[in-house]
């Protein structure tokens, strides 16, 4: 079992793999500076930086901060909304037929704006929540980047590493509240391919339930076991079953006696929970019971990665979270 810790194994392959990362909150948050030139300073990537009004300017200078030259810099002036991003704008959301004045509007927020970059390719991916909210962020990247082919559901996971450094993968901890069955196997598949692309395990996939094949009934457990079915109806090799209870997901002994035919209990690494509540109750336990490291949450299903950061990040956090986006970028 590896005795590396899974952000260092994360750092390592957004090193060799060199991508470019949007912070369109660099100018109206120091630690999104201080991490931009650590992300350097590492050789984790190239940082973008956004200046809305010379916003980048002035919070360098008050910091006394410097950025190093191999920091990209795009500088934006809200009276001059490039033309390019108000076309990118009406097309993308024309089904909704917004006024120019809410095309204006949402041309000027800087979250839209890293969105842009990152939809028409002069950025791999973008990191933002150090001061926009979660629901920011993710209606910011559903209007530029969009959903992922195959998919049509954003939702997230959390990276949870426990004391032995074993990783497991949750999901969904922070994005759809109650999914129904067709979200609930969305939310299987994309976390499945995540967990693969950022850890380099195949995954057995765990559809969550407080009922293990067919131990209780209930409408709850009817949605779980659906959405299993469209799983194995929508792709065959993925290794996934449930629904099972946690314990018999994770402890072989107790697989053996209650899921004996399983292929997932016992060793199962991709732990679906069945609505927000559970997902969200379930990676805090494990994070301040089990002592487990959480890392996340972890946007996917976007067509190109959009990370969200909580208000309360580290510079470290920051750099963590870009070097995410580099790996899930790569895909
Ligand atoms: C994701 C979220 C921001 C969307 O909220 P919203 O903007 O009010 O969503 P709406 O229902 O009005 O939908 C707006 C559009 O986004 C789409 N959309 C909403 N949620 C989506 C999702 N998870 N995946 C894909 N598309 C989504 C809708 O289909 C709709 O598309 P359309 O404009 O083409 O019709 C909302 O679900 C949310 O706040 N989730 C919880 C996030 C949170 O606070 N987490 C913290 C817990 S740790």
Redesign the pocket.
Same mark, same amino acid.
């Given at each position: 079992m590896s005795k590396v810790s899974i952000l260092e194994i994360i750092r390592n392959n957004a090193e060799m793999i060199g991508k470019k990362i949007v912070l369109p909150e660099a100018g109206i948050d120091k630690r999104v500076i201080r991490a931009a030139i650590q992300m350097v300073m590492g050789g984790f990537g190239t940082p973008v930086l956004l200046s809305v009004d010379d916003d980048l300017e002035k919070l360098v200078k008050d910091s006394k901060l410097a950025i190093p030259d191999s920091i990209e810099v795009i500088k934006i002036q809200s009276s001059k909304i490039d033309p390019l991003l108000i076309e990118f704008l009406k097309e993308k959301?024309s089904? #909704?037929n917004p006024s120019d004045a809410q095309i204006r509007e949402l041309a000027s927020d800087r979250l839209v704006i890293a969105g842009w970059l990152v939809a028409t390719g002069r950025a791999d991916g973008a990191v933002a929540g150090s001061v926009a909210? =979660? $629901?920011? *962020?993710? &209606?910011a990247a559903? &209007?530029t980047i969009g +959903?992922a082919e195959g =998919? #049509?559901? +954003?939702?997230?996971i959390f990276l949870m590493e426990l004391p032995d450094y074993r990783v497991l993968t949750y999901g969904d901890? $922070? +994005? *759809? /509240?109650y999914p129904d069955a067709q979200?609930l196997a969305d939310i299987a598949m994309t976390s499945a391919q995540s967990h693969k692309l950022l850890t380099g395990q195949e995954a057995y996939v765990a559809m969550l339930s407080f009922s293990t094949k067919g131990s209780a009934n209930h409408e709850r457990v009817e949605l779980v076991r659906e959405a299993v079915s469209i799983v194995n109806d929508t792709d065959s090799r993925l290794i996934i079953d449930g629904e099972l209870q946690f314990d018999t997901a994770f402890v072989s002994k107790i697989a053996e006696r209650k899921a004996p035919e399983s292929e997932v209990a016992g060793k199962a690494n991709v732990m679906i929970f069945p609505n927000?509540d559970a997902g969200?109750i379930g990676y805090k336990i494990t994070e301040r019971v089990g002592g487990a490291k959480a890392v996340g /949450?972890i946007l996917q299903?976007l067509a190109k990665p959009f990370m969200?950061l909580s208000r309360g990040c580290s510079v470290d956090d920051i750099v963590d979270t870009a070097c995410v986006a580099a790996v899930l970028s790569a895909k």
């Open positions: 959301l089904h #909704k909210s =979660t $629901a920011s *962020v993710i &209606r559903l &209007r +959903v =998919t #049509k559901l +954003v939702s997230s901890c $922070a +994005v *759809v /509240p979200q927000l969200n /949450p299903g969200d």
